[in-house]
């Protein structure tokens, strides 16, 4: 079975741009979550979404924006990418959203220059 | 104060040792604790969760919590090359909305040469 899996691997964009990265949850899985990990720290949450909902949402700017669609893939979007953008971006699914037994993604590295 | 501390290490011992990795933290309405494995340029692997204090065994590995410290470990008996990765803590409570959303430390480096 196919693990949580995210698009792209890396990715450049100038400051100002925007991205949109993207994660499919392991199957089954109904509640994903994105983190952002800056080099040298541990992951720092972002979203959650279970069922569609947005069930959870961290300290991070109206720039960063998700959702999940019907077959629970999920989408993260950052608007006028700043410089301190650039990190690890992480996508984690479970079962519910409990997040004890999360599976995670192996990221997107997103660099803005 | 961060919520949850952890060293960064690095951590360097010599293959087969026994190594002892800790994490303290502030918030006492913490319930799960969980620690994770991360390899350079991976996302984090789930190694091992408990509920409440006391010990947890699987394998190599035993994870403890001590609630009235406030403080986590994760020891790894006879230490292998293949463990030299980033051990992150990860600790969490529920939320007003019934998530449990998990707060990381920071990860420590452990480098096991042969």
């Known amino acids: 079975d196919a693990g949580v899996t995210q698009s792209p691997t890396h990715l450049i964009k100038t400051r100002g741009q925007q991205v949109t990265l993207r994660c499919s949850p392991i199957?089954?899985?109904?509640?994903v979550s994105w983190y952002q990990q800056v080099l040298g720290q541990g992951p720092q949450f972002i979203f959650q979404?279970?069922?569609?909902?947005?069930?959870g949402r961290g300290n991070f700017p109206d720039r960063f924006s998700a959702r999940q669609f019907p077959n629970y893939s999920s989408e993260l979007n950052v608007n006028a990418l700043l410089l301190g953008d650039s990190a690890l971006y992480l996508c984690?699914?479970?079962?519910?959203?409990?997040?004890?037994?999360?599976?995670f993604g192996q990221g997107t590295r997103l660099t803005v220059v | 104060q961060k919520e949850v501390e952890q060293d960064p290490g690095p951590l360097s011992v010599p293959e087969g040792a026994i190594v002892s990795l800790n994490c303290t933290y502030s918030?006492?309405?913490?319930?799960?604790f969980m620690w994770y494995r991360q390899y350079s340029r991976k996302g984090p692997e789930l190694l091992m969760y408990?509920?409440?204090?006391g010990n947890k065994e699987d394998g190599r590995f035993t994870a403890q919590v001590d609630k009235s410290s406030k403080y986590i470990s994760l020891f790894i008996r006879d230490s292998q090359p293949s463990d030299s990765a980033t051990y992150l803590c990860?600790?969490?409570?529920?939320?007003?909305?019934?998530?449990?959303?998990?707060?990381f430390g920071r990860g420590t480096s452990l480098i096991v040469h042969p």
């Open positions: 990860a600790m969490s409570h529920p939320t007003s909305g019934g998530s449990y959303i998990p707060t």
């Open positions: 984690a699914s479970s079962w519910t959203t409990g997040n004890t037994e999360a599976f």
């Open positions: 408990t509920y409440s204090s």
């Open positions: 199957s089954g899985h109904k509640s």
């Open positions: 918030n006492s309405a913490f319930q799960y």
């Open positions: 979404y279970y069922e569609k909902e947005e069930r």
